[in-house]
């Protein structure tokens, strides 16, 4: 079983629609859960910070998180084109010493 | 430029080669990681410092691989004899963490290394 695991995608919604990403983790102490988006040929960028059960928004990103279940989430409302790119899914792991990132889900959102 | 930066960008040798690698976090980070990505894969953790201290180092890394960060400022990792499946970008990433739950890691562009 891998540590962080992301469905591969690719991920297809038409603009104005939402996207929904999801995201499993093995390590049942973790406490922080982070989605970064990586644009193709660039470098990852931090977009949502959870660590307390239950929703956080910011913007027309909403991030879930459900630690019984080992889940979390991220949804984009209003999707755009240029959101377009990759999400990497991360969780610091016990200790907080190291943060593990899953393989990322390619969203395409057509226009 | 106050990001994170790496150097060289691109790197190309040939199997057996010894590589090294430079990254310059942001200054007042304490925190610095160096990952490994493949194409279709997420970067995988391979070492991080805690200033100078190198607290970490992944069980998948062989003996190759070396990292160091003197003083706690740039960091340079080292890949002796190199083989084709070392082939990768190589991404260091920075963070401030003063404890808590919260570490946001700011990610360099990356060194892509390909091994002939």
């Known amino acids: 079983q891998k540590e962080v695991e992301q469905n591969s995608g690719p991920l297809s919604v038409p603009e104005g629609a939402i996207a929904s990403l999801n995201c499993t983790y093995s390590?049942?102490?973790?406490?922080?859960f982070f989605w970064y988006r990586q644009y193709s040929g660039k470098s990852p960028e931090l977009i949502m910070f959870?660590?307390?059960?239950g929703d956080k928004e910011d913007g027309r990103f909403t991030a879930q998180l459900n630690k019984a279940s080992q889940y979390v989430s991220l949804l984009i409302r209003d999707s755009q084109p240029s959101d377009s790119a990759t999400y990497l899914c991360a969780v610091l792991n016990t200790g907080g010493f190291k943060t593990i990132f899953g393989a990322g889900t390619r969203l395409f959102v057509k226009a | 430029d106050t990001g994170v930066s790496q150097d060289p960008r691109h790197k190309i040798t040939k199997r057996g080669q010894n590589v090294t690698f430079r990254c310059d976090p942001i200054s007042e980070h304490n925190r610095l990681y160096w990952y490994r990505q493949t194409l279709g894969q997420g970067p995988e953790f391979l070492t991080y410092?805690?200033?100078?201290?190198?607290?970490?180092k992944s069980r998948l890394l062989s003996d190759r691989f070396s990292a160091e960060r003197p003083k706690g400022s740039f960091s340079t990792l080292e890949i002796q004899r190199t083989e084709q499946g070392d082939s990768a970008m190589y991404l260091c990433a920075s963070s401030l963490v003063a404890g808590g739950l919260f570490d946001e890691q700011f990610f360099g562009p990356g060194t892509r290394l390909t091994v002939l």
């Open positions: 390590d049942r102490g973790s406490q922080s």
């Open positions: 410092f805690q200033n100078e201290a190198q607290l970490e």
């Open positions: 959870i660590y307390s059960n």
